[in-house]
């Protein structure tokens, strides 16, 4: 949902307050993120741990929830940004930095309850279309995956399919079905 008509540039949107939920700037737009529910942030929580404790120990990448990333002439705020180990930018005391001023290498967005699939989709290709490697949109009511790369058309996902996402996290394992898994409280 817009929630302005008024075109504003990067640097004019980078100087308003921060809100909750947070606004985003992509394709020209000032949008605001909707307000997850359960299963949404379970199932970001469940990916983000699942790529976590691959990664992490490996050195390959970070996976960090609700980061706004300023590249491309946007500024989102995706679900889940994923950086490889050696892109996160840090401080001068190697702290993680405040300020990502570089494209995730993953993109993860999960559809929540009234949110726009063709828009979420359109989403993930901006985010492809300005540097992003890999983009995914997850759909906990319907159970599939999509898969954004450039020069492709998205990749549906169901069931037993792998999520591969190779590229950036090599041999990293993890099912359609074993996310959703993460949904239920058992």
Not at 59 to 78: Q, Y
Not at 117 to 143: N, S, T, Y
Request: with cysteine; proline share 9%.
């Amino acid at each position: 949902m817009a929630i302005t008509e008024q075109r504003l540039t990067l640097e004019e949107f980078l100087q308003l307050p921060e809100e909750e939920p947070p606004l985003e700037y992509w394709d020209g737009r000032v949008t605001r993120k909707v307000s997850p529910q359960g299963q949404h942030s379970m199932l970001k929580l469940g990916f983000a741990n699942r790529i976590n404790d691959y990664a992490v120990p490996r050195k390959l990448a970070r996976a960090i929830p609700e980061l706004r990333a300023t590249f491309g002439g946007g500024s989102p705020v995706p679900d889940l940004a994923v950086y490889r180990w050696d892109r996160v930018p840090v401080d001068p005391d190697g702290k993680v930095s405040n300020v990502f001023r570089t494209p995730p290498d993953i993109a993860i967005e999960v559809v929540s309850p009234g949110q726009s699939v063709p828009e979420l989709l359109k989403k993930c290709r901006w985010f492809v279309d300005h540097g992003v490697e890999i983009a995914v949109l997850a759909h906990p009511g319907q159970e599939w995956v999509r898969l954004v790369r450039a020069g492709a058309e998205p990749l549906l996902l169901r069931g037993a399919d792998r999520i591969d996402l190779d590229a950036v996290l090599p041999g990293f394992e993890l099912t359609v079905d074993g996310l959703f898994a993460t949904l239920y409280h058992e």
